[in-house]
């Protein structure tokens, strides 16, 4: 009798971390308040996230469509965003976590470019988990750019256009050095993509939770592994072929 094909834990996991500002209406509390309360979630879950050895953590901390919310909205997300890379980005180097800012960061402020780039360049060696903040990032951008510079290479004659390979999109993606998503999480109820990490979640297995953000905790993050290590995951083959490999 054949053993059951191992369900290995994620390696790497995806969230949009949704439900902020209902978190703050449900305690008759300023949007701000939800915000905030979101960073401390981060920070518990990156822990245990090293806790469970992930190697890495994509967040969606700001879409490039939510400058269309209120703009005092936007100025206070802009300035916790600055407040946490302060704050955070030591603390992070200590525990040899590395930081990674993906999206387009020239729609900032100069000043919180500064910081982008020194909290980038002060963890860029450590050799823990690797995080993701997504911010001013959309999936359609992404791909675009990875595009654009595919047709850059065309257009001076390194490649010709048959020479494009799904393998040449993803080298020019802001993910293009670590592996897809395993597992994506979304919180707060929806059950929408929204516009996140678009080509890498090709075979990324969904979670979805009614749990608002500000109380997603190190339990509910082990309740979305275990739903993943419940699945079998076959990338186009069949559940026979799994188990042959897994035989073999």
């Not at 802009?78 to 603390?91: S, V």
Request: glycine share 6%.
């Amino acid at each position: 009798m054949s053993e059951e094909v191992p369900r290995p834990v994620p390696q790497h996991i995806a969230i949009i971390m949704d439900g902020n500002g209902r978190w703050a209406k449900q305690r008759h509390q300023p949007r701000l308040m939800g915000h905030r309360a979101g960073v401390k979630a981060v920070e518990d879950i990156v822990k245990h996230c090293v806790e469970r050895e992930i190697s890495v953590l994509s967040l969606f901390a700001f879409s490039s469509e939510n400058w269309r919310r209120p703009s005092k909205e936007v100025s206070l997300l802009m300035e916790l965003f600055a407040l946490a890379l302060k704050q955070q980005a030591k603390r992070l180097h200590k525990n040899n976590i590395r930081l990674r800012i993906i999206g387009e960061c020239s729609k900032f402020s100069l000043s919180l470019q500064k910081q982008i780039t020194e909290a980038e360049q002060l963890t860029e060696n450590n050799t823990g988990l690797i995080i993701n903040v997504a911010a001013n990032y959309g999936g359609r951008w992404d791909i675009t750019q990875a595009v654009q510079k595919i047709a850059e290479k065309v257009k001076s004659g390194d490649i010709l256009p048959e020479e494009i390979t799904e393998e040449s999109i993803s080298a020019g993606l802001a993910t293009s050095s670590l592996p897809d998503p395993d597992l994506y999480i979304r919180t707060g109820g929806e059950q929408r993509v929204s516009n996140f990490l678009l080509w890498q979640l090709a075979y990324t297995e969904f979670y979805f939770t009614d749990t608002l953000w500000p109380d997603f905790n190190a339990q509910e993050l082990d309740k979305s592994i275990s739903s993943f290590c419940q699945r079998e995951r076959r990338f186009g083959k069949t559940s026979e072929q799994i188990q042959e490999e897994h035989d073999a």
